[in-house]
């Protein structure tokens, strides 16, 4: 059966970094407070809570995480997972879509003739 353990880390301390290494301190918190809570066992952080970490840019992360650690047996790596998976997908981008840029026919929008 595997071993989980679950935790909500707060990476707000990240902030206190300069410049564009707040992402990368994000990181380091996440990986040192584990690191404490399983001693000398290695841990593997997942894609998803990476590309969530990372997801908003160097300078603006998350300030708080929900993770669950997990590992199937005890001589394999502890495995850091999204509780929930609740990552969200990026905003949008702000370009107009196709068809926004097709309806344009010279003609005000919403008046009639």
């Known amino acids: 059966m595997p071993e989980q353990r679950e935790y909500i880390i707060t990476l707000r301390n990240a902030g206190f970094a300069h410049g564009k290494k707040k992402a990368a301190h994000a990181t380091r918190i996440l990986r040192e407070f584990l690191q404490e809570r399983v001693g000398k066992d290695k841990i593997v952080i997942d894609n998803e809570v990476n590309s969530l970490i990372w997801a908003h840019g160097i300078k603006n992360f998350p300030r708080r995480i929900s993770v669950v650690l997990e590992r199937s047996k005890n001589d ?23 068809d926004e840029t097709q309806q344009d026919s010279g003609e005000p929008v919403g008046k009639s003739a």
């Open 76 to 98: 394999e790596p502890w495995v850091v997972k999204l509780k929930g998976k609740e990552m969200k997908e990026t905003p949008p981008s702000a370009e107009p879509s196709k």
